[in-house]
């Protein structure tokens, strides 16, 4: 579903990824790793248009990427929950979720029934403030707005942070049925190591803007990994 060949990265003049070469396949979760300040985020922000690479190919379903801006990568089907949430904090939870509907065609405007049994606190909540709601509220409503443009490829960018273990857990849960429809490619920067070991099906660790380790998991020993993300 994704492929990235020598991807790199500039913030004005500092270099921030080096050569990424990355696949992410459908019905799969990869999940990026390293510590604070190594290009993660960087990456997603490459991958979703919201920061331009420098150099290097990206391929979605077989196509190749020019630069797009992020809203035409998301009408392409790139979804993109950032680390923060970003959700709008004067509109209403309904109201969030409605701006996804740019993505889609008239026909399709309208919330899922999926939606609210995967995250019933949204419907509980659909007149709320979004700026109301908990951080783990919030993280819900940001990935349900990003499901609703029905990526093929969806990017999440530390969703347990700051995030209640209750919700953590559901979280999770929703991770591992959206792998199971067969139908998007799910790439997840994750530093919470129990909880990206237990989803990944795949690897890549960066330090320093480069990929120092990478693999399915059943080639990587927990043990490599924790020490790998350690350094």
Do not use: W
């Not at 990869?30 to 991958?47: P, Q, R, W, Y």
């Not at 949430?85 to 939870?93: A, G, H, K, N, W």
């Not at 920067?189 to 099906?201: I, K």
């Amino acid at each position: 579903m994704l492929e990235t060949k020598d991807l790199t990265l500039h913030y004005g003049g500092s270099q921030i990824l080096y050569g990424i070469d990355m696949e992410a396949a459908a019905g799969k979760i990869t999940c990026v790793m390293g510590t604070n300040g190594v290009g993660k985020t960087s990456l997603l922000k490459a991958l979703s248009g919201t920061h331009h690479r420098t150099a290097g190919s990206v391929l979605l379903n077989g196509e190749s990427l020019s630069k797009p801006p992020a809203h035409v990568l998301a009408h392409k089907g790139v979804g993109y929950v950032p680390q923060g949430r970003m959700i709008f904090p004067l509109l209403t939870v309904k109201e969030n979720m409605e701006t996804a509907y740019a993505c889609l065609p008239r026909s399709e405007h309208m919330v899922p029934d999926e939606i609210y049994e995967l995250f019933p606190v949204l419907k509980e909540m659909q007149n709320r403030r979004g700026g109301d709601l908990s951080g783990g509220q919030q993280q819900q409503l940001a990935i349900a707005r990003a499901m609703i443009t029905k990526p093929k490829l969806l990017l999440l960018d530390e969703p347990t942070e700051g995030i209640q273990p209750n919700i953590i857990q559901q979280i999770g849960r929703v991770i591992e049925y959206l792998r199971d429809q067969n139908t998007m490619a799910i790439v997840l920067v994750e530093q919470f190591f129990s909880f990206a070991y237990g989803l990944a099906d795949s690897f890549y660790v960066l330090n320093q803007g480069r990929v120092t380790l990478s693999g399915e998991k059943t080639d990587i020993s927990e043990d490599a990994l924790m020490a790998a993300v350690s350094v």
